[in-house]
């Protein structure tokens, strides 16, 4: 069963966890032909050029798309919602405490914590410091780790290889998105977005199990099309440390936003063939696909383009929405506790992500006990 | 020469760079008696209450503040300003390029840089993506690595434990401040503050170079104490995604900052014994100990606490001001430079940052060629 090994860590997941806020807001939220309304302007809608004109589309995006075509909402059913007096570093302590539950670790035991939060509590410091004090992780090192919603890889990475080099023994690993906060509750792209955290505790694996293979690569000149920025006149404005107004998920160059969309198949052709290949296995030997929803279309484009059936994916998005950052760990969380992965699976986990980064991971699964 | 080594990860600096934006403010820039004046209320002013009175201070600490006790700008002299149409990463790209020039390694041999900006170009993404495309770092993926002013350890020793488990061969690793752009320039705290930024080429050494001993712990207990956050009415605000305002450097908790201050002599004999400890090594070993200096008085009060002689550090406070994240870099460069390091000479880095985290390394330094 196990194949030759080019880049072993002997790291990875001991457990994961998940958490959402209790709050869940149907489409009925939103006011009737809302969405169709002014979806030509919505966020990352590459269908139409910025000047509202048709463009070619890749075939496997046009594919996944026209399945949504009579459907306002484009997928999206419900989402969660963080509650008003909670901060994001509450989901994210809640997900730590379920992943460390769910590895046996305690957090006495953890010793670093890294932590992406789409939105912060402040803006600096980060989160990681809230999360160590939160979670009681007595002798952590608390880093604040972002790659956007490209970030689970890289961080598993890291936690794997500061394992197999024997600097650290247990690390946690926590991602979350509060995205409600950043955007307009009236803008269209309310409708996509959903808040939650997940987190996962890295530790030795015993010979033949974590990373097989990955590949990542950073692309800054498409760095303008996601944003945050403060709105002046409607308007985002460039210098933060001098405007005054609302901070909001918007973009600075709309056509390096398009082009990141246009480009979604493309990109994950890209990654997925360099980590399969660093890891000398073939698709065909893939047992699940776990990819980001960052649109209701855009895992079934992906999926398509390197020739995944559909069976050997999970998709969440209709139930939370573009949980950004958390959808990779929330979906494979959720494919595990649901019976779908079993010891010595080959699982492929692809993300793209704001900046504008992909991002893919060979990852051999471990079953510590029963369906894990 | 080589003692017994514990955490031998055999990877290190094959190059540093510096770069300081050309304009240079002098102390003439702020009128007479400013700075007494509003001293009371300067940032991490540590000999004060919150209430303006007296508090027991650290010996070394007290000794420290008294030789500064009759300078209103307590040891700064100049410090660099960014031009105002520069941005942070143009910066980071300067220093980066010195880097890779002092390293003899071309931007395509990059494979991840990793960035921290105290003041980034935009609040999401981080300025990794833009050094990757400022560098024209062809291969590289680009992570936002932070933990304020304490960054350069966790960056080292992730960077020496992905090139010692064989993940990445070449890593950039970036660290700025342009804390001007935060601070109002009529405020006391904008005295102490300086731009710049600094970087490195991490590769593997020789065997016994390198990390021999590290230490990190972060207590989010102490997290409001130094924040970014928008100011309404000249009061700081916890929710950014809803205040209206400008942005800058300030506390949600006094009491935490003046804490974490306080206990600066604490958290450098803490972080310095466990990284003695764990390399194996007596402090009478070190050659350099290598600190941020946070204030005029923080350098001198760190070497007394733990016995290193004013001979064995390296001080460039009164020219370049607080240097946030880029204080460590910037002095280990100038240290290198100017022929205070030979081969074999054991370092000790320590830094504090906000959030609040203490960290150390003991390093064993390699050098290259002449003086390097």
């Known amino acids: 069963m196990r194949c030759p090994i080019r880049n072993q860590l002997n790291a990875g997941f001991l457990g994961l966890g998940s958490f959402l806020p209790p709050e869940v807001r149907t489409n009925a ?12 302007k919505a966020f990352i809608e590459i269908d139409r050029s910025t000047d509202g004109e048709s463009v070619a589309l ?17 997928g999206a059913r419900t989402r969660h919602v963080i509650g008003d007096d909670a901060n994001p570093s509450d989901l ?8 460390m539950r769910d590895a046996g670790v305690l957090p006495s ?11 912060p509590d402040q803006l600096h410091p980060s989160n990681a410091p809230a999360v160590q004090a939160k979670c009681e992780l007595t002798r952590a090192v608390a880093w604040n780790f972002d790659l956007g919603c490209a970030s689970v890889q890289p961080q598993l990475i890291a936690a794997s290889a500061l394992i197999n080099a024997k600097v650290y023994e247990k690390i946690l690993m926590v ?3 509060a995205t409600s906060r950043v955007v307009d509750l009236t803008a269209p792209v309310s409708a996509v977005m959903g808040d ?8 030795a694996l015993p010979d033949g199990y ?7 690569r950073t692309d800054g000149s498409l760095r303008d099309g996601v944003v945050y920025a403060q709105m002046v006149d409607g308007k985002p404005q460039r210098r933060w440390d001098r405007a005054i107004g609302p901070i909001r998920l918007t973009s600075l160059d709309p056509a390096s936003g398009k082009a990141a969309g246009a480009r979604a198949t493309e990109f994950c052709k890209e990654a997925c063939a360099g980590a399969l290949a660093d890891a000398g296995v073939s698709i065909d030997e893939i047992s699940l696909f776990v990819c980001n929803q960052s649109l209701g279309w855009f895992l079934e484009a992906c999926r398509r383009s390197i020739g995944v059936p559909r069976e050997k994916t999970i998709d969440t998005f209709a139930e939370v929405g573009n949980l950004g950052a958390a959808s990779l760990l929330f979906n494979l969380d959720r494919a595990s506790r649901t019976g779908r992965l079993k010891d010595g699976d080959l699982v492929l986990l692809y993300s793209p992500g704001a900046g504008f980064t992909r991002t893919a991971v060979v990852y051999r699964w471990w079953a510590r006990r029963g369906v894990r």
């Not at 939103?30 to 309304?37: A, E, K, L, S, V």
């Not at 890749?58 to 484009?74: Q, V, Y």
Request: aromatic residues 8%; hydrophobic residues 50%; without cysteine.
């Open 92 to 99: 994210e302590a809640e997900a730590a405490r379920v992943a």
């Open 29 to 40: 939220y939103w006011p009737n032909g809302f969405q169709q309304r002014d979806e030509r």
């Open 58 to 74: 890749d075939p496997d995006i046009a594919a996944a798309m026209a399945e949504l075509a009579n459907d306002p909402f484009r």
């Open 109 to 119: 035991e953890i010793d670093l914590v890294m932590v992406v939060s789409l939105v």
């Open 175 to 177: 991602q979350s998105a």
């Open 196 to 203: 939650g955290a997940t987190a996962a505790v890295i530790g």
């Open 210 to 216: 974590g990373i097989l293979g990955h590949y990542s």
